[in-house]
Structure formats: C-alpha cells, structure tokens
C-alpha cells in the first residue's frame, strides 16, 4: 500500500469494522453510546506499537486509556490529572495499570545526552528516574539489561507517582478499592510481564508523602 493513502483506507477500514460488529450485534453502537462504565484505567506510552485495547483482547467500553511518551505520571500534568480523577472519582474504575515497554525511545533518551527538542522537558523527568537509581543502573554492565531494567523501574516509579496523587489517597480514604499495578510489554514478544508492584493502600508510601485527610 502506498504511503500517502495509507490515511484514506483508515476511513475504509472504519466502515468494514462497523459493518463487521453490526453483523455480530445489530445494537452494539446503541448499547456502546448509552455510556461506559470501564473496570481499568490504562496509563501507557503513545508509542504505535503499543495499543491499549488490542494486546489485552478488550473490547471498547472496558478501558479508560491515557498515553504520553515512556507512560509517564507527572504530578503537575493536568492532561493526566484529569483522567485520573475521573477515572477514579467518576467512573470507579477498581483498577490503574501503569504499562511500560521494552525498548521504549523516552526511556532511552533519558539515559543519553543528545538534546532532541522541548521533549528534552518531559524526558527529564525520566532522567530524575535514573537519578534516584542511578547506583543500582550503573551498576549494571550490559546496556541491553541495564535498558531493560530502566524500563521496569520507571514503570514502578510512576505507579508509586500515582499512590502520590491527592486522587488516589483520598480514594483509599474513603475506602474506595482501588489497585494500582506495573506492567511491561515486550514489543518483541507480545507478552506483558507484571511486575507485581500492586500497590492498594499509602502503606508503602514515604511517610512525607502520606496524606492526611
Ligand atoms: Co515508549
């Protein structure tokens, strides 16, 4: 397929789909636009290879999805401020899954120098990351591994990022079940490893960072 209309047969594409869940359910669209209630909210990287839904077999309807670049959560980040409030405060979502993955390029460009624009911004928060771990990175010597292992820290970083959040801890407050879990993805295999950091209450939280309502 050319490239330049590779745009056109995405609206293509939308009518055979269309045409394929009417044959399965001649109400799904009407069903579907009566409103959502997804049991997860989904935090993970913008990269293409990476789609939500697809690699977890979920159909529309059962997640709440947010990406950024390396699946960040920056606690200063309206965009995610507000899907994480109306996740948890509006849609009860039970669960928020951090998803990172291998090979991601924000993760990898927080372990370099080379300036690559105003995203240098966003991936600095990557490298105050490596920082906090940096005896433990340095420490290793294979690149790949220490790469990889990068990739698995930051995902758990930012679940704890997330425990931070005024949103989550006033959840657990008032004792909302709420869960929160790390996970990486292999682009190279398709499986999703879980890196069983599941974090349901501020028990495991800095006390400076504990809340008090
Ligand atoms: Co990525």
């Known amino acids: 397929m050319q490239k330049d209309s590779f745009y056109k ?3 293509d594409n ?8 009417l044959a399965k359910d001649p109400e799904y669209f009407e069903k579907l636009a009566k409103g959502q209630q997804p049991p997860v909210l989904w935090i993970g990287c913008a990269d293409s290879r990476v789609p939500a839904n697809q690699i977890i077999g979920a159909q529309p309807g059962e997640v709440f999805v947010h990406r950024n670049i390396a699946n960040m959560v920056i606690h200063s980040d309206m965009n995610m401020l507000s899907v994480l409030d109306y996740a948890v405060n509006a849609l ?7 998803c990172g993955h291998y090979g991601c390029g924000g993760v990898q460009a927080a372990m370099k120098n080379s300036s690559i624009g105003i995203i240098d911004n966003w991936v600095r928060h990557i490298k105050d990351v490596y920082r906090l ?46 869960h929160l879990h790390g996970w990486v993805y292999g682009l190279d295999s398709g499986i999703i490893k879980d890196l069983e950091v599941n974090v349901s209450n501020d028990s495991q939280l800095d006390h400076v960072y504990q809340l008090n309502f």
């Open 9 to 11: 047969q995405l609206i």
């Open 14 to 21: 939308n009518k055979g789909w269309v045409e394929e869940q």
């Open 92 to 98: 009860k979502v039970k669960h928020v899954i951090v």
């Open 133 to 178: 771990h940096k005896d433990r990175l340095d420490a290793i010597q294979d690149e790949k591994e220490r790469f990889d292992t990068f990739v698995e820290i930051n995902v758990k970083e930012q679940v704890f990022d997330l425990a931070k959040t005024s949103i989550v801890q006033a959840a657990w407050h008032k004792e909302q079940e709420l």
